[in-house]
């Protein structure tokens, strides 16, 4: 297979994932921005975590609630659980890998805000204990997961949001993910704002 081949696969699967998603994941989502909006509303916040490229989307989703989607307007409060290093591997060290997101979860969170937990495959250690925590002090969770949703998808309650990617591989997985972190900023900012713009 010759190297445009193999890039104009990539596009391809990545396009008909997304339009083929688009129908199971829609109401999920709106159900997601209502909760975040409604914590927001009530001086709550957003807190975010996830490991490699989930890290990356819980920092790339509390950059656009705390500076801006697409549109002007008052900061958001959001914070990913995912860039403080010494809080991070001071945890790991003194603790286990697993209490990385868990302990700021117990220090920071407060009944009435929500966890976004973000895991390819359902099954991450840490947000699964994150997770576990976030219900111990009365947050609600919105669950980005693929494959099944995993252990995440069976701990989840009935007042949580589960966003599950209908797929198997992580990059396609990731690919949507990034969709439905623009989703939910649009849709924050729309409930917010209004809908034009």
Known sequence: MSLIARISRHFEESAQLKLAAN???AGPIAQAIELMVTA???DRKILACGNGGSAGDAQHLAAE???RFERERPELAALALTTDSSILTAVANDY???EVFA?????LGQAGDVLVA???SGNSANVVTAI???HERGLNVVALTGRGGGRIGA???ESDVHVCVPHERTARIQEVHLLVIHCLCDGIDAALLGEDG
């Open 40 to 42: 927001l509303a009530g």
């Open 103 to 107: 302990r700021q979860i117990r220090g």
């Open 23 to 25: 129908e199971k994941l």
């Open 132 to 134: 576990q925590a976030a």
């Open 118 to 120: 973000i895991s390819t």
């Open 155 to 157: 701990m989840l309650r």
């Open 96 to 98: 286990r890998f697993e």
């Open 65 to 67: 609630l705390i500076g």
